[in-house]
Every structure is written in C-alpha cells, then in structure tokens.
C-alpha cells in the first residue's frame, strides 16, 4: 500500500452528503464508544480523525493512523484534533505487541491489498484480552457499488473467515437495512443499480456529490468532528454469516482474540 493516496475516495469535513451516510458515520463511532471505556485505542485508516476527539471522552488514549499522509496534515492543520496521528501501513502497524486494547478500522479492508496480513498485525498488536472492530459495506447488497481504488471487497462469510483464520473468534453484525421505505426509494434503488451496470458513478468524491444531489435531493454537510446526537443511531444487529447477506447495507465485525 505504500505510496498511494486515498484523499479522492476520503469524505471529509464540508463534503455534502446524504442524511443517510451521515447517520452510518455517527453509527459507527457510536456502536464503539461502549468498547473503548478506560481503553487504549487505535483507529487504522481515519482520515482526518472526526471520529477520534469522540471516543477520546471514554477511552484512556487514542491514536489515530492514516496512510494517506496529506489526510493527516488536514487533521492537524483543522485545530480540532488532541490526539496522537502517525502515519502506518496496515499491514505492518508500528506498534509494540499487546499494546493496544481496541483497534477500530472502519470503511478500509478493501483497499488493503493483504487483508489477511492486515488482520494478523491487529493480532499482534492487541492486548489478549483485545477487541478489533471492523465495518464495512455489505457487497451483497444489491444496491453496493465499489470504489475506484478499492482491491476486493468482503462478503459477511468471507470477513469471518479471514478473521477466523487470522487468530479471531469473531461475531458478525449487520446496519442499515435494505428493505425499501417506499416507491420513491425503490426508484433511487433501480436508478444506482442501472448507473453501476453502465459505469455511470463517478470515480470522485466531488461526482459522486453531484449525483447523489440529482437522485436524492438535499445533502448535509461532512462534520469537522463526531458529537452526540449527530444523527440518528441505528444499532448493529448479530447476522448469520453461513448466508449471504442482502438485508443489510452495512457489516460490522467483533474480533476478538483466541
């Protein structure tokens, strides 16, 4: 991964988006805090860190890593951040062993190229009694449509047994789910799925902005930080993960060390 560059697939502060997006960014950071109370924490590709002052009022210390060394720089340079960034490869964290007690990665396994290697390192680095949190969306989702600069994406059954095979028992959830609201989603649904099939999205932030303006109306504004009560909290619910999974937009998984 070393040398790349992931601003252009990043949301950050002041990007418009929907309500819906907004609510899976507060959903996640949310879904954690309980996890990181009194812990040591790390989150692996944060960006610009929104999420990091957040757990910080709960955990003992947090870090926050990023590849991508212009994101952090824009971290830095925003005044709202008080926490420790670095800058890592997955892959081969700069950390000691046992030294950390949760390691978040949220919205990143698809970009690794060695997701595997990636999960074994978080293995190294957490304390025995650890807890690795991923979240990724779900690409058995009929709606899902991948990213320009992602690598492989993983189905529930896939993440597990990676995980499983990089040292964790893992429990599997899913978020947001799939089921139509009405006929004005429906049409949303069928309008993404005929633009991925055509490859009409937008490889950039900035067009993808501008058709989800098209197709979904008004957009909010990227937070700066994450705040209680940002947007609504939708609670991951336990999956099985012996099916594929199409009810949920969203995958969340708890690894913990054997």
């Not at 081969?92 to 690794?112: G, K, M, N, R, T």
């Not at 899902?144 to 047994?161: D, E, K, T, V």
């Amino acid at each position: 991964m070393s040398g790349s560059n992931y601003s252009a697939v990043t949301e950050k502060p002041g990007d418009r988006v929907t309500r819906e997006a907004l609510a899976m960014v507060y959903t996640r950071y949310r879904f954690a805090l309980d996890y990181c109370r009194g812990k040591r924490v790390l989150e692996v590709a944060c960006g610009e860190g929104v999420g990091l002052e957040y757990l910080a009022r709960q955990a003992d210390q947090v870090v926050g890593g990023d590849l991508t060394w212009d994101l952090l720089v824009r971290a830095r340079r925003s005044g709202t951040l008080r926490r420790s960034l670095v800058q890592l490869d997955a892959d081969a964290l700069p950390f000691h062993a046992a030294s950390q007690d949760v390691i978040l990665c949220y919205e990143a396994v698809y970009y690794f190229e060695r997701p595997l290697q990636m999960l074994q390192d978080c293995r190294r680095v957490l304390a025995p009694n650890g807890l690795l949190i991923l979240c990724s969306v779900n690409p058995e989702w009929s709606d899902f449509n991948p990213s320009p600069q992602s690598r492989q994406y993983l189905s529930a059954g896939r993440l597990a047994s990676l995980a499983e095979a990089a040292g964790f028992r893992t429990e599997l959830l899913g978020a947001f789910s799939t089921e139509s609201p009405g006929p004005k989603a429906t049409m949303v649904s069928w309008l993404k799925r005929t633009a991925v099939a055509l490859h009409l999205i937008p490889s950039t932030m900035r067009g993808k902005r501008l058709l989800k303006r098209l197709f979904l109306g008004e957009l909010v504004s990227f937070p700066s930080a994450v705040e209680d009560g940002l947007a609504p909290y939708c609670p991951p619910v336990s999956i099985d993960s012996r099916r594929p999974v199409t009810d949920y937009k969203v995958l969340f998984a708890l690894c913990r060390p054997r």
